[in-house]
T-cell receptor
Framework: AQKVTQAQTEISVVEKEDVTLDCVYETRDTTYYLFWYKQPPSGELVFLIR??????QNEISGRYSWNFQKSTSSFNFTITASQVVDSAVYFC?????????????FGAGTTVTVRA | DTEVTQTPKHLVMGMTNKKSLKCEQH?????MYWYKQKAKKPPELMFVYSYEKLSINESVPSRFSPECPNSSLLNLHLHALQPEDSALYLC??????????????FGDGTRLSIL
């Protein structure tokens, strides 16, 4: 069975602070894919990144960066110099093609509030 | 702007009404999905269509009836809904069929309220 745990329910920061969102996943599959999505108050889930299990390179995209560590089954997400527009719910998700083909297993989500 | 378009944005209906939610994408994706999302919860998968054929029904009650008229359109027909069906309904699509490993792209959703 697949499982994604986002232990942080809510995080509140002041603008320009860095914020790190934790994501821990569980799967017995050796091939799997990890995703992060952002959901602003408007409702749309915005795709941020996909990482496959064979690629442990960390990635940076503007103010966003991701740290994938298979040894700890974690795929953490950092927003550097946060802005008010970063306020949203962030979901980490896991997909295991072999054991559960179509399904995205979502974490519970972390609500990020950035105060001006 | 999202590349997956959902209409209407908001819908209020009585328990005896019949209504439909619509979803459209023009990215050439061949897998389309319906999700239900309650407040402060992650999305829950309802249906998956792959190449216009229903591939997955996650034990959804028959008062929800999906339809995929063509590769760009996905409908969700609603009939005799219950108050607990009030939620945000999200449509998504992904490249290739359902077995494709491309990311799912979501629409803005329809906020449904059942009176």
């Amino acid at each position: 069975a697949q499982k994604v745990t986002q232990a942080q329910t809510e995080i509140s920061v002041v603008e320009k602070e860095d914020v790190t969102l934790d994501c821990v996943y569980e799967t017995r599959d050796t091939t799997y894919y990890l995703f992060w999505y952002k959901q602003p108050p408007s409702g749309e889930l915005v795709f941020l990144i996909r990482r496959n299990s064979f690629d442990e390179q960390n990635e940076i995209s503007g103010r966003y960066s991701w740290n994938f560590q298979k040894s700890t089954s974690s795929f953490n997400f950092t927003i550097t110099a946060s802005q008010v527009v970063d306020s949203a719910v962030y979901f980490c998700a896991l997909r295991c093609p072999r054991s559960n083909d179509y399904k995205l297993s979502f974490g519970a989500g972390t609500t990020v509030t950035v105060r001006a | 702007d999202t590349e997956v378009t959902q209409t209407p944005k908001h819908l209020v209906m009585g328990m005896t009404n019949k209504k439909s939610l619509k979803c459209e994408q023009h990215m050439g994706h061949r897998a389309m999905y319906w999700y239900k999302q309650k407040a402060k919860k992650p999305p829950e998968l309802m249906f998956v269509y792959s190449y216009e054929k229903l591939s997955i029904n996650e034990s959804v009650p028959s008062r929800f009836s999906p339809e995929c008229p063509n590769s760009s359109l996905l409908n969700l027909h609603l009939h005799a809904l219950q108050p607990e069906d009030s939620a945000l309904y999200l449509c998504a699509s992904s490249h290739g069929g359902g077995r494709s490993l491309g990311p799912q792209h979501f629409g803005d959703g329809t906020r449904l309220s059942i009176l």
